[in-house]
């Protein structure tokens, strides 16, 4: 069992690096040991490496030789200095996810809205070094100024859930459906519309933006939907089928009514009546980290420790998430275990890094991952001290490096999104 492996005291980097000598099959990859140098065509080695790749994935070039010799406590001193002598020019903001090895340089650390918001109450701040992946830089990009410089340490690191729903795959489903709903009688609510997770490009964004949609994140997927169903008569939800289904299926949509839109296949693999009966239609992604989780890694948690707490994330499939105690954002786990009064059990589905950490945190709590294996979000790992250490010094010498930039035709459109999202709010 991954408790008995693991020691809290390590980072996952340093658990990955000693289990992978003394018991390789407690990880996912071997691979994982290795450094993220290469400019890899895959994801990497890691909860996504089975994932198909989009042919215009971002590739990270290579950094200069001196960042891939240097140790490790060469690297803790470069950073420093550089951060010090950037002073309040830069913010570093962390995600729940990133490795220890990066977070402890953080600014900020919290869920990729929290953090995109975070850059916000920054001013002074020239650069914003996003140690997330590149959605959550993109929407930093969209929420900042237009004086600020988004970057993005590693270019690599993606998000292959996001990565599951492209421009073209989704505007092809929207006019399929607009086609079948044109001839329904007009009861003043549109006919269908577009919801996305916050894990997806800019160009979704804006395309929901542009098309009467919003935005939702995972801590207020149901808000979002209340505020879609008063003006429509169905959602189209992507790309994460699970938070889709689970937050719907809590508000009481029966699970026939959701049927999956599978990309390219004719009306995503569906007959007319079923997305005419429909009342949210689920694009078919989902999160390679939180689809490892299953009902039997519950109730074996429930056996070797009976009174524990289990808590997962929507991205979770669905009977993972009702065998679960409960289900919430990062934001909403990391609040639960903080709030508890007495020493308690808590069983956590989601990633390792994060669930590590506030195990570290909370040792008044025994806190463990759901998931025996050490699986971590292969993408967000991508993010090694070198590459901040490369960015963070091109920065004290005035270049800017890996910057990421919404296209200015998407800005407009998906800053719409993002708004019609914070008006939803109870
Ligand atoms: P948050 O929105 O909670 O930061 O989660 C992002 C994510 O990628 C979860 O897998
Ligand atoms: Fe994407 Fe899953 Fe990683 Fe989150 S954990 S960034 S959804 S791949």
């Not at 992978?20 to 140098?37: G, K």
């Not at 429930?302 to 993972?320: L, S, T, W």
């Not at 960015?391 to 490096?401: F, Q």
């Amino acid at each position: 069992m991954v408790t008995q492996q693991t020691d809290s005291n390590e980072s996952v980097a340093q658990n990955i690096t000693r289990l992978n000598l003394l018991a390789p099959e407690s990880t996912c990859s071997t691979d994982l040991a290795s450094n993220p140098w290469d400019t890899a065509t895959g994801y990497g080695p890691g909860a996504s490496q089975e994932d198909k790749i989009p042919a215009n994935y971002p590739k990270q070039g290579s950094i200069p030789q001196q960042y891939l010799n240097a140790s490790d406590a060469e690297l803790d001193t470069r950073i420093l200095a550089a951060k010090e002598k950037l002073g309040e020019k830069a913010v570093i903001l962390g995600h729940f996810y990133q490795r220890d090895e990066v977070v402890k340089y953080a600014d900020f650390v919290g869920d990729s809205f929290q953090l995109a918001n975070a850059a916000l109450t920054k001013d002074k701040a020239e650069a914003i070094v996003f140690c997330g992946v590149h959605f959550m830089a993109e929407t930093a990009d969209i929420l900042s100024r237009d004086d600020q410089a988004v970057i993005l340490p590693n270019l690599a690191a993606g998000c292959s859930m996001a990565d599951m729903a492209d421009g073209p795959s989704v505007q092809q489903c929207w006019e399929e459906l607009t086609a079948l709903y044109a001839d329904e009688e007009d009861d003043g609510r549109m006919p269908v519309i577009p919801v996305t997770y916050m894990n997806c490009s800019a160009e979704l964004k804006a395309f929901v933006g542009r098309n009467g949609g919003l935005v939702c994140t995972s801590s207020n997927a149901a808000t979002v939907l209340e505020w879609a169903f008063e003006r429509g008569r169905r959602v189209l939800f992507f790309p994460d089928q699970h938070l889709g289904r689970n937050t719907a299926k809590a508000m009481g949509v029966p699970l026939e009514q959701m049927p999956m839109w599978s990309p390219r296949k004719e009306l995503g693999g569906n007959d007319s009546q079923t997305l005419l009966d429909a009342k949210v239609i689920l694009w078919h992604g989902f999160c390679s980290v939180h689809k490892r989780f299953t009902p039997a890694q519950i109730a074996k948690a429930r056996e070797d420790f009976p009174g524990v707490q289990v808590i997962v994330h929507p991205e979770c499939p669905m009977e993972v998430v009702d065998a679960a105690d409960s289900a919430g954002s990062t934001d909403f786990i990391q609040k639960a275990i903080a709030a508890a009064t007495e020493p308690t059990t808590f069983a956590i589905g989601t990633e390792i890094n994060m669930v590590n950490r506030l195990a570290a945190q909370y040792p008044q709590h025994t806190i463990f991952c759901l998931d025996p294996v050490i699986c971590p979000c292969s993408t967000m790992y991508r993010i090694h001290p070198g590459y901040l250490a490369w960015v963070l010094e091109e920065l004290v010498e005035g270049r800017v490096v890996n910057q990421i930039t919404v296209p200015a035709e998407q800005q407009g459109d998906a800053k719409i999104a993002l708004e019609r999202m914070l008006a939803a709010k109870p």
